[in-house]
């Protein structure tokens, strides 16, 4: 059956009275929930900022120094970037070591996987910035002069390290089963159209599994801002260390640590919407999204 007809709009003049009532009454029904929805938040903003009151915090000091916070939002938004463009490389070359029959590059990806993540990130943190520069020290005992300097890592590309290549770990499962929930009739039809099985993977799979794998890779990124918060034990001016920093000073901990989480706070709600709107495009050959 041709489903062009679903998308055939009906005129307003032609439905049926009955019909008619029922649609306005689920008209109305949305624009109060809206209505609803918008005043819920409204209260809760509300009793958040009495609560806010009640505790005596300091707004002023908070205003203060919001300009001096937010300046490293930059190095928040650098980390993150850079930390999940590693991750989604290693996560593809790990998903295809995963399903590859080659019995090395399957051991090496599955021992990876495996290994980071079931050890603490902020190990792994601690591992790329104080443990690898005694790796390194070891290998110029040995006679391999010089690598030392290679193996020790500033503190933000040891940050951008250990954050690639623990949540590499986490979206390599992702994309394999991306790729596996393609159907075995796409690679049989690409053989049967002479395709290698490398331009199988690029031409066909890859391309639907994108659908699968781009919205849970979205909910990586917006943890990842998050947990790009750990590079400020390594004294990386982001939001985190700026914030810890002045209510060390002062002793108003409480006032930088609330700020600090409210900027996160907006900075995921925005990665939400830009995420559903994504999600939204990758899934319009499969819904109708309003």
Sequence with gaps: MDDS??????????????????LDKIEQDRKRFRVNLTLSFAVLLAGL???MRIINLDFRFMFH???FIMAGIGYTLMVSF?????????????????????????SIATAYVSLIRGTPLLVQVYMWYLALPQVGAALEDLGLHGIQRLFTLPAIPAGVMALGVCYGAYMTETVRAGIQSIKIGQTEAAKALGMTPRQTLRRVIFPQALRVI????????????????????M?????????????????????MLIMVALIYWVMCIILQSIQEKIEAHMARGDRKVS
Excluded: H
């Design 5 to 22: 007809a679903d998308t055939i709009p009906v005129p307003i003049s032609k439905i049926p009275p009955e019909a008619r009532q029922v």
């Design 214 to 233: 781009i919205p849970p890779v979205s909910n990586e990124f917006i943890a990842m801002i998050k947990d790009s918060s750990l590079v400020s034990l």
């Design 235 to 255: 004294g990386v001016w982001e939001l985190s260390y700026r914030a810890i920093k002045i209510g060390r000073r002062y002793f108003q901990s409480l006032e």
């Design 65 to 67: 120094w919001f300009g």
């Design 82 to 106: 850079l930390a999940i463009t590693l991750a989604c490389v290693l996560a593809v070359v790990g998903a295809l070591g995963r399903l590859s029959k080659n019995p090395i590059f399957n």
């Design 49 to 51: 900022f009495a609560l």
